[in-house]
């Protein structure tokens, strides 16, 4: 005959048992001895004064309470297994592919609600340091930045301390003081102008930065800035159109295969 190995408690509060098993993953790897008996100690004492409380609230609550807990577990139950079935169905049926077009209707037809809530910015910078032996020519290839220049500067870039050439793209205010740790609230407007070409040395380094385009806060936000959000704004909106055509689905057929029934 097989021999039952059962497996091994380290407590009880009244007929709840916690095994050794239960604890395995309650340890990170690499934890010292003493504060692994520390840390095993806190969570069985956690579990114990939970199952006390617990047994406390089954004698002490009142049936009306009781009844009220019970029927919203129950109810958290269904929404629970509805939302998860749902969501399944959703992922398999819901159409992921946005075209242009339809990010551009989608745009024109509500960009009236799309402002920006801080400043956007169309800028390209260098910064390296400012003993580098080419700083006259990465200076002037930088104001002229034709796509030979811009190549030239490129391979280049492996002396650069950090630089973006990406200068088409609307970037938000904020990313540019992250970037750009000069510039902050209180002096953008000395440095954040459409049209701006300047130079700043700091202790080390020297930052070469050209302004194309400033946004103010609260213009209609350009498009290509909106894109990511308004595909998947269009998704969101397919799933929901979706989810209420499930459940549709679902109601009819109950009532066309006899499951469902109101009656008179």
Do not use: C, H
């Amino acid at each position: 005959f097989p021999v039952t190995i059962r497996p091994k408690a380290i407590a009880r509060v009244g007929i709840n048992y916690l095994y050794q098993e239960d604890i395995l993953d309650v340890v990170p790897q690499g934890t010292s001895k003493k504060d692994s008996i520390a840390i095993v100690k806190a969570f069985i004492n956690q579990w114990a004064t939970q199952k006390l409380l617990f047994e406390a609230a089954e004698r002490n609550l009142s049936n009306d309470k009781v009844a009220e807990y019970n029927a919203l577990m129950e109810q958290y139950k269904v929404d629970l297994y509805t939302k998860a079935y749902i969501e399944e169905l959703v992922i398999r049926q819901v159409d992921t592919l946005v075209t242009e077009e339809q990010i551009v209707a989608y745009y024109d037809k509500n960009k009236q609600y799309f402002k920006n809530a801080s400043e956007l910015v169309k800028l390209r910078y260098i910064n390296l340091v400012k003993e580098n032996p080419k700083f006259a020519k990465i200076k002037s290839k930088f104001s002229s930045f034709t796509k030979k220049d811009k190549k030239e500067l490129e391979q280049l870039a492996v002396q650069f301390k950090s630089y973006a050439f990406n200068d088409s793209i609307w970037v938000d205010i904020n990313q540019v003081y992250e970037k750009l740790p000069f510039i902050n609230i209180e002096n953008k407007q000395k440095y954040i102008s459409g049209g701006i070409n300047f130079q700043y040395p700091d202790s080390t380094t020297v930052w070469l930065v050209k302004v194309n385009k400033v946004l103010p806060k609260d213009s209609p936000t350009p498009l290509e800035f909106l894109k990511p959000t308004i595909k998947q704004i269009i998704i969101n909106n397919r799933k929901l159109e979706l989810v209420n055509t499930i459940e549709k689905e679902i109601t009819n057929d109950a009532i066309n295969d006899k499951k469902y029934e109101i009656y008179k």
